[in-house]
């Protein structure tokens, strides 16, 4: 559903050559070009360079940089890449004292002048192009929910002979015995009271919602980046738990959209004095940080996921349904890609774990909202992934999932519409579910690629070097004892 314009916000124009951007520059006083782009885990990376560098031939040929340290890029000799920067990405960042304008960059081999085989972008640039060589759909609309936590502070540590973490809010419910209350970066007289109580934080109006100023300040960054809002509220954990939902857009753009979310949601909170973090599991004892992401397909401009069907899908839908079904273990290597994300899926904990799709019902792993019964807002929702995941990879990954159940008339199977945490164990055991840790997951994806490499959208050396990279990340979490252990364990 469109968000309607707003009267007192400039939205962006339509950037096509560097001429535009420069005019738009020049409207802000701005001198510098901060040229971006993501790694392999999906961190975003930049270089600046001044402004006069971005010309019409740059745009088009590239601007040279090493890639040679870049996460799951190259190694030193082969380290020469281009930047590519996507026009249609620049926005104006305020966060930088000097007036700047930044874009986001694909990435290109200079040898062989294709786009560089192990950047996320590219892979989305395949996944797209795919869509559109199928004939099933054009365009792939996506619309994820990014869960994040807002926290007044944050320590934590690994050593050989310690380890430990800290993380505080001046809204969360442990804070409730002390004698001062910290607010705005500075003490109070006495606890001022209005605590968020564990697992009820969904909703509360200030000033127990202490936060709702600066997730204000973030809409208001992110549309001014471009990035249209539909909604924004506390979310259901204690300590500042936030959600901030963009308007859907398809499968590229919207993967630059969330690079520019956790990018501005980040430096707004910097600016508050506080710090975001879209880890998916910072706290013992209540809700995680999910990443559900809305999918629909359209062609020639009219959606096709409506239809006389189970709530109102189409066919198409439900075998969309059935291929993400079929390849879900396979996905949370991809989707869920931390070893913190499967402390987030653990079974009755509201957490996704069963793959089975429903209506309304939030315990299914595959939901179809129901808020409207217009066509155009028919879509899916895939609730399992979290908001650690690349982008780019993620959404490519959904959508060829998807894709191959059209393909091959995958059929989902009967909905599931009682509520999974009340069902018998023995029918609770018959129902596929997430896999235990990011291991497990790996070894699913391993055996379950072939959706992905169709027509080389992954290749398979970059998913052999992404697996290896998470087997290395698990290898090195079980070899380190944990705060947890000691208490358990030390005086056995």
Request: glycine fraction near 6%; charged fraction near 25%.
């Amino acid at each position: 559903m469109e968000a309607p314009p707003r009267p007192d916000l400039e939205f962006l124009p339509a950037f096509q050559t560097a001429k535009d951007v420069h005019a738009f520059a020049a409207k802000h006083n701005a001198v510098i070009t901060d040229l971006t782009f993501v790694d392999v885990p999906g961190t975003l990376q930049h270089t600046s360079c001044p402004l006069h560098e971005l010309t019409e031939e740059s745009a088009v040929s590239g601007l040279g940089f090493d890639g040679s340290s870049i996460r799951g890029f190259q190694e030193i000799q082969e380290s020469d890449m281009l930047l590519i920067p996507d026009l249609a990405s620049t926005f104006l960042d305020t966060f930088s004292e000097e007036p700047t304008i930044s874009l986001l960059c694909d990435v290109r081999d200079p040898i062989t002048g294709e786009l560089y085989d192990a950047s996320p972008r590219t892979i989305a640039h395949r996944a797209m192009a795919y869509l559109e060589e199928s004939g099933i759909a054009d365009t792939a609309y996506f619309g994820p929910e990014l869960e994040f936590f807002i926290f007044d502070s944050v320590h934590y540590h690994q050593n050989a002979n310690s380890c430990g973490y800290d993380v505080d809010s001046v809204e969360a419910c442990w804070n409730m015995g002390k004698d001062q209350d910290h607010l705005d970066g500075a003490f109070h007289g006495g606890n001022l009271g209005y605590k968020i109580r564990h697992k009820e934080g969904y909703f509360p109006a200030p000033p127990a919602d202490r936060h709702q100023e600066v997730r204000s300040a973030m809409v208001r960054e992110l549309e001014r980046a471009g990035v249209k809002i539909e909604n924004f509220h506390h979310e259901v954990a204690t300590a500042g738990q936030a959600e901030i939902d963009m308007e859907r857009a398809e499968l590229l753009r919207m993967a630059d959209n969330v690079m520019r979310y956790k990018y501005l949601t980040r430096n707004v909170a910097h600016r508050y004095g506080k710090t975001v973090t879209f880890m998916p599991k910072p706290l013992y004892g209540d809700n995680g940080s999910g990443m559900h992401v809305h999918q629909s397909l359209w062609k020639d401009g009219q959606p096709l996921f409506s239809g006389n069907e189970y709530a109102g899908l189409s066919k198409m839908a439900l075998q969309y349904i059935g291929g993400l079904l079929a390849h879900a273990k396979a996905l949370c290597a991809i989707c869920c890609p931390t070893t913190n994300s499967y402390k987030r899926l653990v079974p009755h904990f509201e957490a996704p774990i069963n793959f089975v799709y429903s209506a309304r019902n939030r315990s299914a792993a595959v939901r179809i909202p129901m808020y409207s019964s217009h066509p155009k807002t028919k879509r899916v929702e895939l609730r399992t992934p979290d908001p650690a995941c690349n982008p780019y990879l993620a959404f490519s990954a959904m959508l060829l999932a998807g894709l191959d159940g059209i393909e091959r008339g995958l059929d989902p199977g009967k909905p599931t519409n009682e509520n999974i945490y009340k069902m018998s164990k023995e029918t609770l055991a018959s129902i596929p579910h997430a896999p235990a840790d990011l291991s497990e997951a790996l070894d699913e994806l391993e055996t379950d690629h072939a959706f992905l490499t169709k027509d080389g959208v992954f290749s398979e050396s970059s998913l052999s070097a992404f697996i290896a990279q998470k087997r290395s990340e698990v290898s090195d979490e079980r070899s380190h004892p944990t705060p947890s252990e000691f208490y358990k364990y030390y005086d056995v």
